[in-house]
Nanobody, 122 residues
Framework: QVQLVESGGGLVQAGGSLRLSCAAS????????MGWFRQAPGKEREFVAS????????VYADSVKGRFTISRDNAKNTVYLQMNILKPEDTAVYYC???????????????WGQGTQVTVSS
C-alpha cells in the first residue's frame, strides 16, 4: 500500500511559478509510474503529466506543455511538478498518483494523494 502526500500548493499571481512535491511511503517508489492530475470545481479530474518509473519518459497534457515539468527523485521517494507561467485556468486541486503502468488515464493509477490547492489570480 502506497501513501502519497502532496505539498507546495498556494495562491500565486498569473505568470508566477509554483513547485509541487509528492512524497511517497509504504512501497517501493521506483516500481511505480507517477502522475499529476488536477480537478477544478464542477469539472472532471484531468491528466496533467506523468513520468515513468526511472524518469526516462514523460508525457504532458497539451494545456501545460512547455510550462510544466514533471521530475522524480527515486532516492527521496518524491515526485515534483514545476509549474511556470501559471494561468488562472490552472486553478484546481492537484493530485499525485502512483500506478504500475505508465499512462495518462485516471484509471491507470491505483494510489492517490489527498490533493493540494493551486489558485492563480488574474
Amino acid at each position: 500500500q502506497v501513501q502519497l502526500v502532496e505539498s507546495g500548493g498556494g495562491l500565486v499571481q498569473a505568470g508566477g511559478s509554483l513547485r509541487l512535491s509528492c512524497a511517497a511511503s509504504g512501497g517501493t517508489f521506483s516500481m511505480y509510474a507517477m502522475g499529476w492530475f488536477r480537478q477544478a470545481p464542477g469539472k472532471e479530474r484531468e491528466f496533467v503529466a506523468s513520468i515513468s518509473r526511472r524518469g526516462a519518459s514523460t508525457v504532458y497534457a497539451d494545456s501545460v506543455k512547455g510550462r510544466f515539468t514533471i521530475s522524480r527523485d527515486n532516492a527521496k521517494n518524491t515526485v515534483y511538478l514545476q509549474m511556470n507561467i501559471l494561468k488562472p485556468e490552472d486553478t484546481a486541486v492537484y493530485y499525485c498518483a502512483a500506478g504500475t503502468v505508465f499512462g495518462i488515464k485516471v484509471s491507470t493509477y491505483a494510489y492517490w494523494g489527498q490533493g493540494t490547492q493551486v489558485t492563480v489570480s488574474s
